[in-house]
C-alpha cells in the first residue's frame, strides 16, 4: 500500500514553459486535493475532486488546471509557469465518514520557476 | 470568506516543557483537524474534532473543540525532541481550510 504518490519530487521550470504535475492514490478514495505551500505559509487549496468525473476550483485556482483522469489519478497542470509558482505542492486524497474525514498526503513535489 | 488563525507562529521550548497552539475560526466549524508536518516533510493528520466541548488524548497530546465550534488547542506536555514540527489546525468539510501553522522546536 503506497498511499498517496506524486512525480515528479523536484522540477526547475523556466518562466513560460509548462508541465504536469501526477498524483496517484491507492486507498480507493473518492476525494483528492491540490494544495501549494509557501515558506511559513498553511497550505492552501488550488483545485479538488469531490468524485471521479467533477472538479472545483480552490481557493488559489488562477494559474492551474487539473484533470481526475480516473478514481486513482488526478493531475495538476501549469500552462505558462511564472516565479510566482514557485512552491512545494502536495496532493491528498480522502474518503468522506460521518461529519468529517481525513486527508492523507503525498510527499509533495518541489517546483522552482526561474 | 472563512479565515482560520493560528498562535503562536513560533515557539521553542527547552525539552520537558510544556507547549500549546490555539486555532481561531472566523466562522462556526462542523469538525477541526489537526496536523503535523515534520521539517521537509507532508502534514500527517493527527486527530479530528467534531463536537463542541470534545477532548481527546493521544499520549502527551491533548486537543481541545471549543464550545462554540470556532476555536481549538493542542496542547504538549512534556515536550521531547521528536514533537519537533510544524502543527497546523484545518476545518471546513470538503474544502479545507488551513491555518499558518505553529513552529515548535524543541532544544535538548
Known amino acids: 500500500n503506497a498511499g498517496v504518490t506524486q512525480t515528479p519530487k523536484f522540477q526547475v521550470l523556466k518562466t513560460g514553459q509548462s508541465m504536469t504535475l501526477q498524483c496517484a492514490q491507492d486507498?480507493?478514495?473518492?476525494?483528492m486535493y491540490w494544495y501549494r505551500q509557501d515558506p511559513g505559509m498553511g497550505l492552501r487549496l488550488i483545485y479538488y475532486s469531490a468524485s471521479e468525473g467533477t472538479t472545483d476550483k480552490g481557493e488559489v485556482p488562477n494559474g492551474y488546471n487539473v484533470s481526475r483522469l480516473n478514481k486513482r489519478e488526478f493531475s495538476l497542470r501549469l500552462e505558462s509557469a511564472a516565479p510566482s509558482q514557485t512552491s512545494v505542492y502536495f496532493c491528498a486524497s480522502s474518503e468522506i465518514r460521518g461529519q468529517g474525514y481525513e486527508q492523507y498526503f503525498g510527499p509533495g513535489t518541489r517546483l522552482t520557476v526561474t | 470568506g472563512q479565515q482560520v488563525m493560528q498562535i503562536p507562529q513560533y515557539q521553542h521550548v527547552q525539552e520537558g516543557e510544556d507547549f500549546t497552539t490555539y486555532c481561531n475560526s472566523s466562522t462556526t466549524l462542523s469538525n477541526i483537524q489537526w496536523y503535523k508536518q515534520r521539517p521537509g516533510g507532508h502534514p500527517v493528520f493527527l486527530i479530528q474534532?467534531?463536537?463542541?466541548?470534545e477532548v481527546k488524548k493521544q499520549k502527551r497530546l491533548t486537543f481541545q473543540f471549543g464550545e462554540a465550534k470556532k476555536n481549538s488547542s493542542l496542547h504538549i506536555t512534556a515536550t521531547q525532541t521528536t514533537d519537533v514540527g510544524t502543527y497546523f489546525c484545518s476545518g471546513g468539510y470538503n474544502k479545507l481550510i488551513f491555518g499558518a501553522g505553529t513552529r515548535l522546536a524543541v532544544h535538548p
Open positions: 474534532l467534531v463536537k463542541s466541548g
Open positions: 486507498m480507493n478514495h473518492n476525494s
